[in-house]
């Protein structure tokens, strides 16, 4: 409900959604908007414009850009979901054990969130290749990795909050199951803030799974991605920039459309944001700042 009022109040929060929604629905529906297949070569169209049968043109092999460009939305966006989704769903079993029943297995998750967290991101991921070799499924395993503990620390935060509760105690009182607990009572005041964090680290997964793509080390041809798309036109870029705009475009347009998105989550998490200085809190402080002080506290 809080949903469908924010989309309501917030106009462009709804444009967000709906594009996003329109993205995720050509991903998954890839084989019916693609007007070619993606990996269909045509040596005699290599390199050719703009046409009606080729909306934005043929790549170095002859292939149909657009169809590369939607059957990209898979890895670059839907696997990316996918990996976003196990790393929240991990954070979340980790967070809500250690902030409901504290003590030793508070200490315990804890410390392991600890021993991951102290390995930058970006070393991970690297030293996950260097293991496994390149490959997308390499790339997602390393995000699981590196981010569940991240949204472990964050959840256990936000529950500690609420753990405290009357109804929370009032429901230990009555004999209720702590998975019964943490399910009706917990997971429903916890969900703005597992949403806030969920976004935000959304969009830069984006960036990094196609930074990595680029870099050689993600999808391997002849599989479409937008960052490996972005790889293959580098040796034209000045004499065929159309080649490099439409994977870079459509990279700026989803993770604009994320961050935009992730502000509105934000607006809904606090009410005080809905006022002429909408991604500031009055004290001049983000929400995100605000978690971070309340996981230090």
């Known amino acids: 409900m809080k949903l469908l009022s924010i989309m309501r ?11 996003l929604s329109a993205v995720i629905a050509a991903g998954i529906f890839a084989p019916w908007f693609a007007p070619h297949p993606p990996e269909e070569v045509h040596m005699e169209l290599r390199f050719a ?9 043929n790549d170095h092999l002859g292939r149909c850009v657009l169809s590369r460009l939607i059957y990209g939305i898979r890895p670059s966006v839907l696997w990316v979901l996918a990996a976003l989704s196990a790393s929240v769903a991990i954070g979340a079993f980790a967070g809500f054990a250690a902030g409901y029943f504290r003590g030793k297995t508070d200490v315990l998750l804890m410390r392991l969130c600890d021993v991951m967290l102290s390995f930058p991101g970006y070393v991970m991921t690297l030293a996950v290749i260097g293991i496994m070799g390149p490959g997308l499924e390499h790339i997602l395993i390393a995000f699981v990795l590196m981010k569940w503990a991240w949204f472990a620390r964050i959840i256990r935060t936000s529950v500690l909050q609420y753990s405290n509760s009357d109804y929370v105690r009032f429901s230990k009182m009555l004999g209720l199951p702590g998975v019964s607990i943490m399910i009706r009572h917990l997971l429903p005041v916890t ?7 969920s976004s935000s680290s959304f969009g830069s997964m984006i960036l990094q799974i196609s930074g990595f793509s680029f870099l050689g080390l993600g999808i391997q041809a002849p599989n479409a991605e937008w960052g490996m798309m972005l790889n293959e036109a580098r040796s034209v870029m000045f004499s065929k920039p159309e080649l490099m705009l439409a994977p870079g475009i459509a990279i700026v347009l989803v993770v604009s459309a994320v961050n935009f998105l992730s502000d509105s989550f934000q607006r809904m998490l606090d009410p005080r944001l809905m006022s002429s200085r909408p991604i500031r809190l009055k004290q001049g402080f983000s929400i995100s700042t605000r978690l971070k002080e309340r996981e230090v506290a």
Do not use: E, N, Q
């Open 9 to 19: 109040r917030d106009k462009w929060a709804a444009v967000c959604f709906t594009f």
């Open 49 to 57: 414009g703009a046409s009606w049968t080729y909306w934005l043109g």
């Open 191 to 197: 969900l703005p803030d597992i949403l806030v964090v």
